[in-house]
């Protein structure tokens, strides 16, 4: 009994969080600028916030994570950081050679007010950005919004510091695909060649956070946006925008800059999420859905059918970040299992609105929470009192799950106690199957494993 302080009782709480279901912002924004090829992440603040950012990525995707800082010391945060800022733009460059240099800020920057536009134009100024190299920033203030958040500024960021106007529309498809994996990533791209539509993604971690062992060590790996891609996306066609949490203030901000017509769309997790990709896309880029891509939903139905009647009446509970709750949660429903509870630390109004658009009739805001008290231990205390069949979400549920010998999908960030999920996508037709199967295991298997002798089948 790990958590054997969890009360059944649920009292109204309004400063207390136990167990958040969020993460920090910086390693949101430090995961988006990983997806630009030749970008060095820069944390501008102390070197334990830079360090933690590192560690939560390099412990998920099991790839190291390069990083820099401005060191902020106890001078630092009463006089500000520019010092320290133009000190490590200099080093950076000289040092490091990235392309582009992402700079986000820190709850303790943030609160004493660093100005880092005005320090961009300063290091301008002072000619310490070489000729050709670029920098980019966002603001992360910790103590609102989560790591999704930090995500969104940061590609909000790309576009803003890097994307190019032009009358001149090229036939490109812009996809930002939120923050999924690289293998998700990789995944979308495939869909996308298989309906010969050409696309500039943005960020595109394939090929940085999970590079091949070749025996020599790249700084900085093939993989990702280029710098030039990046100025183009200003001239495609239109955007797609994967996840409203994620993806659509950069999208919003394309339209508005350089007048590029945003979609903005759910993540295409699941059989209806991915439908509504295949169908956007072959709308916005004029194109057929070949039979292959029909053909491969065609095996997702057909899987489906096969397992419904073990998923039937399964109830789930969700929790971690906003765009693959709501996704995810449609994809129970389509599967005709019950989404019981819905939790994310990531605060936003709007998902409700997304989640009663995709539940329909499953629609029970009783059993939604979102926001700083929406965290762990008050799902902990719903499963107590209405048990689940299923917990999908991140690592941090593995004491519930343990505690109350409910089994857990490990899905989304972060996953600290597996390997291997940055390597299979769960997005798209191909991705729904083994979500499919990795659920109907898990049922099998405690099925099996809790069968008295005379119900211990061979066939199930
Ligand atoms: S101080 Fe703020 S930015 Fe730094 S690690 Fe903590 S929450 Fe994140």
Not at 39 to 61: D, E, F, M, N, V
Not at 318 to 331: M, N, R, T, W
Request: hydrophobic share 35%; aromatic share 8%; net charge negative.
């Amino acid at each position: 009994m790990l958590l054997r302080h969890t009360t059944k009782e649920i009292k109204p709480r309004s400063a207390l969080t136990i167990n958040p279901a969020k993460t920090c912002q910086p390693i949101g924004a430090m995961y988006a600028a990983l997806g630009i090829h030749g970008c060095l992440p820069h944390s501008h603040g102390s070197q334990g916030c830079c360090a933690y950012h590192r560690s939560a990525l390099t412990r998920h995707y099991k790839e190291p994570v390069m990083a820099a800082t401005s060191s902020f010391t106890e001078g630092s945060s009463v006089f500000g950081g520019q010092a320290n800022m133009l000190q490590a733009i200099n080093n950076i460059f000289t040092v490091y050679d990235p392309e582009v240099i992402a700079i986000h800020t820190t709850c303790l920057s943030e609160t004493i007010g660093d100005d880092l536009s005005q320090m961009k134009k300063k290091a301008f100024d002072d000619g310490i950005i070489p000729e050709g190299k670029e920098i980019i920033f966002c603001n992360t203030p910790s103590y609102v919004g989560a790591h999704p958040n930090g995500f969104s500024n940061m590609v909000k960021g790309m576009v803003d510091g890097l994307c190019e106007p032009s009358d001149d529309k090229l036939r490109t498809v812009n996809i930002i695909p939120g923050w999924v994996e690289p293998s998700d990533m990789r995944e979308i791209k495939r869909y996308c060649a298989e309906m010969g539509v050409e696309i500039i993604m943005f960020p595109d971690t394939s090929g940085i956070l999970d590079t091949p062992q070749t025996g020599k060590r790249d700084f900085y790996p093939k993989g990702g946006c280029t710098v030039a891609e990046l100025r183009e996306a200003g001239s495609s066609q239109a955007t797609i925008a994967m996840g409203p949490t994620c993806s659509g203030a950069a999208a919003r901000s394309l339209d508005v800059k350089c007048k590029v017509t945003p979609e903005i769309i759910e993540l295409p997790i699941g059989l209806s999420a991915t439908d509504k990709f295949i169908n956007t896309l072959r709308k916005v880029a004029g194109v057929a859905v070949p039979e292959s891509v029909t053909d491969e939903r065609g095996r997702l139905v057909d899987l489906i059918t096969d397992m419904h009647q073990y998923f039937y009446g399964k109830r789930v509970a969700l929790y971690g970040d906003p765009d693959q709750l709501v996704s995810l949660a449609q994809f129970i429903v389509d599967l005709d299992m019950i989404p019981a509870y819905i939790v994310t630390g990531t605060p936003g109004k709007k998902l409700l609105k997304r989640l009663k658009a995709v539940l329909g009739d499953k629609y029970n805001e009783d059993n939604i929470a979102i926001g700083q008290q929406a965290d762990m231990f008050l799902m902990h205390q719903w499963i107590k009192n209405n048990p689940v069949d299923l917990m999908i979400g991140n690592t941090y549920g593995k004491y519930i799950s343990r505690d109350e010998n409910i089994p857990l999908l490990r899905h989304g960030f972060p996953i600290y106690d597996r390997i291997g999920h940055s390597y299979f996508p769960t997005v798209g037709y191909a991705g729904a199957i083994r979500l499919c199967e990795k659920m109907l295991d898990i049922f099998m298997s405690k099925q099996d494993n809790e069968s008295p002798e005379e119900k211990f089948e061979l066939v199930l």
